[in-house]
């Protein structure tokens, strides 16, 4: 049979992009390894023997993007949905070695609190807070006009001047800095200033502040003033709305249908074929994987061009999971939902020396038995140790697994004193799982960081395959990581795409 679009993958990014091709008439099919959409933004439940079970968020717990204006509020309105999400505030506390920092949503509360939490170099520290939220405005303001971003041809060119605004000219100085040339030109040496906007920036940008590209950063350390959310029932429910928009429109939605190969003819491609030998024809292929893998489906039909960028693409982090059921005497009234520990100063990001709490709302009853809490704790780590530690025998993996689990329990504790006591359930996930259950190279989670030479104009385009009719959409091609971001960028190839069935 023959699509108009085949999505390989039923991330929010390719969900996205099909249910709006869907319901623009597009013959589209979804393709889906697992048996529940989402990809690392969905959540699974974890029967026990008495019959009780517990719903985990799988990657992803804490979303933006539905604000007005937002991302996932366009295509809410452009689909006639509406998404099971409520707002937070705060958005999240996060708990440094000698002080705890709120990080609230709203202005001047956040004005007040960063006054309180960091007052070594208040004055210059609120001019950098000003800044960043002046230009985040500004790019705020930019992406919700949607522009073809990054610009790719000539039309894009084109396509991006009813876009471009005179204050547009402001941040071109900007382009080359990281958030670290930031703080130094503020003379901000706060070493708990400094850990805060790291540990903030691996949430959103991948990379600490040395490393994350300034016109990026400002817009990721504002996150919470534009507003986060949390998902009803679990983060599945965001990417089960839009499977149910692309099934009433009309789209398929296949689950267990593995692609094994990128079918190339005469440099464009045309089909893909699945892990059981089915071929499956249409006019557009769209990819919802990293850089690595597309790389792979094409196989020997690969352009030189994509090798080169897969094999100069900086590696991505891993994720280590927590998966705890615990009684909900460990949560104590009053506590945030979310929660980001950093245990030591001076130490590296990731690696257990930073982890984010995530707990169900108590009134969301569907994620826990009575009495009890689902509660996710994670860190970002590097992928080839766990590789290394599998090669090396079941022994030293599962060595590996508890040594981590315990770092991940004591960062928790930090904020949920005496957890270890109320656990009834615990599961871990490292990037070997991922990588089983996702198929993502190595089981890479979380997007490229985001660094000047890898963001903004110079990010990944939906072009970036250097296959005609191949697309790409996710956390590797433009803007990066987040359900918002996916989904900012699953916007941006519909209109590509919508353009292209014109010509």
Do not use: K, N
């Given at each position: 049979m023959s699509y108009d679009a085949i999505i390989i993958g039923a991330g929010v990014g390719g969900l996205t992009a099909a249910a709006l091709l869907a319901r623009d008439g597009w013959r589209v099919a979804l393709l889906e390894g697992h048996i529940e959409p989402g990809g690392c933004a969905s959540s699974y439940r974890r029967k026990r023997p008495d019959g009780t079970s517990y719903v985990f968020d799988v990657g992803?717990?804490?979303?933006?993007?539905f604000q007005p204006g937002g991302a996932h509020d366009w295509v809410a309105r452009r689909l006639g949905l509406r998404f099971p999400v409520v707002p937070l505030e705060p958005a999240m506390q996060v708990w440094l070695p000698d002080r705890a920092v709120t990080r609230y949503g709203d202005p001047g509360a956040w004005r007040a609190e960063r006054a309180r939490a960091f007052p070594a170099q208040a004055a210059a520290a609120e001019r950098f807070w000003q800044n960043?939220?002046?230009?985040?405005?500004?790019?705020?303001r930019f992406a919700a006009r949607n522009p073809p971003m990054p610009p790719e041809t000539a039309g894009d060119l084109l396509g991006m001047l009813p876009a471009v605004r005179p204050e547009l000219l402001g941040l071109l100085p900007h382009l080359g800095r990281t958030?670290?040339?930031?703080?130094?030109?503020?003379?901000?040496?706060?070493?708990a200033l400094r850990a805060f906007v790291d540990a903030q920036l691996l949430i959103s940008a991948q990379v600490p502040a040395d490393e994350a590209a300034w016109l990026f950063g400002s817009v990721a350390l504002d996150l919470a003033r534009q507003g986060v959310f949390y998902a009803e029932g679990g983060a599945w429910s965001i990417a089960r709305t839009l499977a149910d928009a692309l099934i009433r429109d009309g789209g398929e939605l296949r689950y267990r249908a593995w692609v094994d190969q990128i079918l190339v003819e005469g440099e464009r491609a045309v089909g893909v074929r699945l892990a059981g030998g089915e071929e499956l024809r249409a006019r557009h292929i769209i990819a919802g994987q990293t850089v690595w893998d597309v790389a792979r489906l094409l196989g020997e039909a690969a352009p030189r061009r994509l090798l080169r960028l897969a094999k100069g693409t900086p590696e991505a982090w891993g994720a280590f999971m927590l998966y705890l059921g615990v009684d909900a005497a460990a949560v104590p009234a009053g506590l945030a939902e979310h929660?980001?520990?950093?245990?030591?100063?001076?130490?590296?990001?990731?690696?257990g020396n930073t982890a984010f709490v995530s707990l169900h709302p108590a009134d969301d009853t569907s994620r826990a038995p009575a009495g009890q809490r689902a509660v996710t704790v994670s860190t970002h780590t590097r992928v080839g140790p766990w590789w290394e530690a599998r090669a090396a025998g079941r022994a030293a993996y599962r060595e590996r697994k508890g040594r981590w689990a315990e770092r991940l329990l004591d960062a928790a504790e930090v904020a949920l004193p005496g957890l270890r006591g109320h656990i009834r359930y615990q599961q871990a996930g490292t990037p070997v799982s991922f990588a089983r259950y996702t198929r993502r190279a190595e089981g890479m989670v979380g997007g490229l960081g985001q660094r000047p030479e890898q963001s903004g104009f110079r990010s990944l385009g939906a072009r970036a395959a250097g296959v005609d009719r191949l697309w790409l959409v996710g956390d590797s091609a433009f803007p990066g990581q987040s359900t918002?971001?996916?989904t900012q960028g699953a916007i941006r190839l519909y209109r590509?795409?919508?353009w292209s069935r014109r010509i």
């Open positions: 992803a717990t804490l979303f933006g993007g960043q939220e002046e230009i985040a405005d500004i790019a705020w958030v670290g040339h930031e703080l130094r030109r503020h003379r901000l040496d706060d070493p929660h980001q520990v950093l245990l030591r100063y001076g130490e590296p990001m990731g690696e918002a971001a996916v590509a795409l919508r």
